[in-house]
């Protein structure tokens, strides 16, 4: 795993903590089915993990320490979810036997890992002959919004620029049918999806997030220690995030590549 450029701060919790099968698997949920056994690689606060565990038989989460998977741990507790086991794990180097689970799934996982194709190459080797590889990535390249404002088109450029310098890939989402190919897939179903914020109480959400995660999440302390951006440029940036969102016209469209694979 490279370095984790968004960091586990509140406000960057905020976002992930929304996400479930409805708007984020959406393109694997036809393959659940109740006897399935279904590792979730990189589960983050757990809430995809907690929705999947109530369709399996099973469900193991992993992430890559143990204050991350702790995340993840309190909510299944929280929520009475029993058959969920927790491992800390690199995804390029699974601890799991050959042709353990049935459904293997990453969200948000592969634009961060130093080897993306190798991780591919364990999700294959610990899933069962016939079972399923589902990894679903954003495409920051892609990213599109209005009004224009030129701020957004800074912190965009400097998100960039700070993934890669961890090792990750921004612009996964449009790689992941290559790296499924190269990591010897030979049935891939290649799709795309997306989140849309539009409405005024999705704006503010939305906007109102990364004004706050631009200032003080992991993202924003790279940026500072390492020259990028000085803090009343990311002030800037974060005022500007407010502005679009108190904006009646203001629109934001996030695309993501999805890949369903089989051996």
Same mark, same amino acid.
């Given at each position: 795993?490279?370095? @984790?450029?968004?960091?586990?701060?509140?406000?960057?919790?905020?976002?992930?903590?929304?996400?479930?099968?409805?708007?984020?698997?959406?393109?694997?949920?036809?393959?659940?089915?109740?006897?399935?056994?279904?590792?979730?690689?990189?589960? &983050?606060?757990?809430?995809?993990?907690?929705?999947?565990? &109530?369709?399996?038989?099973?469900?193991?989460?992993?992430?890559?320490?143990?204050?991350?998977?702790?995340?993840?741990?309190?909510?299944?507790?929280?929520?009475?979810?029993?058959?969920?086991?927790?491992?800390?794990?690199?995804?390029?180097?699974?601890?799991?036997?050959?042709?353990?689970?049935?459904?293997?799934?990453?969200?948000?996982?592969?634009?961060?890992?130093?080897?993306?194709?190798?991780?591919?190459?364990?999700?294959?080797?610990?899933?069962?002959?016939?079972?399923?590889?589902?990894?679903?990535?954003?495409? @920051?390249?892609?990213?599109?919004?209005?009004?224009?404002?030129?701020?957004?088109?800074?912190?965009?450029?400097?998100?960039?620029?700070?993934?890669?310098?961890?090792?990750?890939?921004?612009?996964? &989402?449009?790689?992941?049918?290559?790296?499924?190919?190269?990591?010897?897939?030979?049935?891939?179903?290649?799709?795309?999806?997306?989140?849309?914020?539009?409405?005024?109480?999705?704006?503010?959400?939305?906007?109102?997030?990364?004004?706050?995660?631009?200032?003080?999440?992991?993202?924003?302390?790279?940026?500072?220690?390492?020259?990028?951006?000085?803090?009343?440029?990311?002030?800037?940036?974060?005022?500007?995030?407010?502005?679009?969102?108190?904006?009646?016209? &203001?629109? @934001?469209?996030?695309?993501?590549?999805?890949?369903?694979?089989?051996?």
């Amino acid at each position: 795993m490279a370095v @984790y450029t968004h960091g586990h701060h509140d406000s960057v919790l905020r976002s992930h903590n929304t996400r479930t099968i409805a708007n984020s698997a959406a393109y694997l949920e036809p393959l659940l089915s109740a006897d399935a056994h279904l590792l979730d690689v990189g589960a &983050g606060p757990g809430t995809i993990t907690v929705d999947f565990a &109530g369709r399996v038989r099973r469900a193991t989460a992993t992430e890559i320490n143990t204050d991350a998977l702790s995340l993840s741990q309190k909510l299944a507790a929280e929520r009475g979810a029993g058959n969920i086991d927790f491992s800390v794990e690199d995804v390029h180097a699974l601890s799991f036997d050959d042709d353990t689970f049935d459904i293997v799934h990453a969200h948000q996982v592969l634009q961060h890992v130093v080897d993306p194709v190798q991780a591919l190459r364990e999700m294959r080797r610990v899933a069962k002959p016939g079972g399923v590889v589902a990894a679903r990535d954003a495409d @920051y390249a892609g990213f599109h919004w209005f009004p224009l404002i030129p701020e957004l088109d800074e912190w965009l450029r400097l998100y960039r620029a700070a993934a890669r310098a961890n090792g990750g890939e921004p612009d996964a &989402g449009r790689r992941l049918l290559s790296w499924a190919r190269a990591a010897g897939f030979t049935e891939v179903t290649a799709t795309a999806s997306t989140w849309c914020y539009a409405t005024p109480e999705e704006r503010a959400w939305w906007g109102g997030m990364w004004a706050d995660r631009i200032l003080e999440s992991a993202l924003a302390h790279q940026l500072q220690r390492d020259g990028l951006a000085t803090r009343d440029q990311l002030q800037q940036i974060s005022d500007a995030w407010r502005s679009w969102a108190d904006d009646g016209d &203001g629109w @934001y469209l996030v695309p993501h590549g999805e890949v369903l694979c089989r051996s």
